[in-house]
T-cell receptor
Framework: GAGVSQSPSNKVTEKGKDVELRCDPI?????LYWYRQSLGQGLEFLIY????????KSGLPSDRFSAERTGGSVSTLTIQRTQQEDSAVYLC???????????????FGPGTRLLVL | ELKVEQNPLFLSMQEGKNYTIYCNYS?????LYWYRQDPGKSLESLFV?????AVKQEGRLMASLDTKARLSTLHITAAVHDLSATYFC???????????FGTGTRLKVLA
């Protein structure tokens, strides 16, 4: 079946503009995660959705970042008033459940490469 | 705060040689994951280690977990060029879903 898809694959924007990044998880996966990967760095957890529960936003770096997940499927990560330090690859992942023991493998999308000029 | 450290950060090795990548973490966890990332690509799951003493092997890669030492190793046997990539370990704290990733080990296998 199809894997996790993300769009756009690349985004160049000007400082101060808003951007929206989209993630389509694997069908049937109830858990969805957003991460940020800066150049040459590891992955930084941003936010987690599990089904229709309230998301865990504890990893969002500032109030300029927000995310929603509609109908328990597609998710959008929005960055308002972008700054140059927001430039990174934004990765989305999904897993079958993610709750309880949380041991299920996370499957990653190809990422969106964001460049803020 | 859970911290995950990998070493080495960079590794250049000749084809045919063996080497080990280390992943240390700072708090109790029974679950550790290894991922591979090719340049410009996303992460691919390699191994899921779910208990102390777990050992998994796939081709030239073998991963093990020692939860008492809070250490996982990824051993490379007789390296080939196709193994060139960045390898990440990740840990989730018991009972949660948050992965904390190591900084990655960038492996280059020279022909």
């Amino acid at each position: 079946g199809a894997g996790v898809s993300q769009s756009p694959s690349n985004k160049v924007t000007e400082k101060g503009k808003d951007v929206e990044l989209r993630c389509d998880p694997i069908s049937g996966h109830t858990a969805l995660y957003w991460y940020r990967q800066s150049l040459g760095q590891g992955l930084e957890f941003l936010i987690y959705f599990q089904g229709n529960s309230a998301p865990d936003k504890s990893g969002l770096p500032s109030d300029r970042f927000s995310a929603e997940r509609t109908g328990g499927s597609v998710s959008t990560l929005t960055i308002q008033r972008t700054q140059q330090e927001d430039s990174a690859v934004y990765l989305c992942a999904s897993s079958f459940s993610g709750g309880g023991g949380g041991w299920e493998t996370q499957y990653f999308g190809p990422g969106t490469r964001l460049l803020v000029l | 705060e859970l911290k995950v450290e990998q070493n080495p950060l960079f590794l250049s090795m000749q084809e045919g040689k063996n080497y080990t990548i280390y992943c240390n973490y700072s708090t109790t966890s029974d679950r550790l994951y290894w991922y591979r990332q090719d340049p410009g690509k996303s992460l691919e799951s390699l191994f899921v280690l779910l208990s102390n003493g777990a050992v998994k092997q796939e081709g030239r890669l073998m991963a093990s977990l020692d939860t008492k030492a809070r250490l996982s190793t990824l051993h490379i046997t007789a390296a080939v060029h196709d193994l060139s990539a960045t390898y990440f370990c990740a840990v989730d704290t018991s009972g949660t879903y948050k992965y904390i990733f190591g900084t990655g080990t960038r492996l280059k296998v020279l022909a």
